[in-house]
């Protein structure tokens, strides 16, 4: 990926989402691109091309200009006529140092999410059950088969959604005195067990 990776400067930097759309299009059409990113200088960005060939192809072409016009862009927007053109130079450049690996760790949208404590879930239902068996296997296969325990399937007959605090804490507590009730009940059998057999 990093024979891949392409970082680029922007001036005028794009103020708006359908300009730095613009600079990702201008950059397609040099081949495909796999990710695009803003990095926190509005001017600059980090690109993945899809191929190594690609990538050298779009270095070799740097500085890249292109006109903008807003109102061929965007014609919903009523002040889109009023908006001047815009041209725009992007300079490209090469990049090793940007760890995608770490990007991607340190996405909060990276790794398995955290069980929702507000979700009453029951893990033995039908399509539980059902969804291991069909699903194809593959990298996707684990999430695409769990559709229940982050409150996906959200039915109000079969499920309740517990939103407050108090709620749920009234929850466990009630767990727990059931844990220790089944205790006392278990004590209490062998107890009587062994005064039956004394008793004999």
Known sequence: AKL??????????????????????????????????????????????ATQVIAERIVARSPLSFRYNPSASSTSSPDANSEPAKTFLVHVFHTEKYAHKTRIRDS????????DPYNVWQPHTLSTNALPQVVPPGMGHRGLSDWESCGQLQNPEDK???????????????QQELASMESLVEIWKENTAEGRKAAE
């Open 4 to 49: 891949r990776t392409m970082y680029m400067k922007v001036k005028p930097a794009p103020s708006t989402l359908s300009e730095r759309r613009a600079v990702l299009q201008m950059l397609k059409q040099h081949g495909d691109i796999h990710m695009f990113q803003k990095m926190i200088d509005a001017s600059s960005f980090i690109s993945l091309a």
């Open 108 to 115: 909060p949208l990276h790794g398995r999410w955290d069980i």
């Open 160 to 174: 309740q959604m517990l939103t407050v605090k108090e709620e749920v804490a009234i929850r466990e507590k009630r």
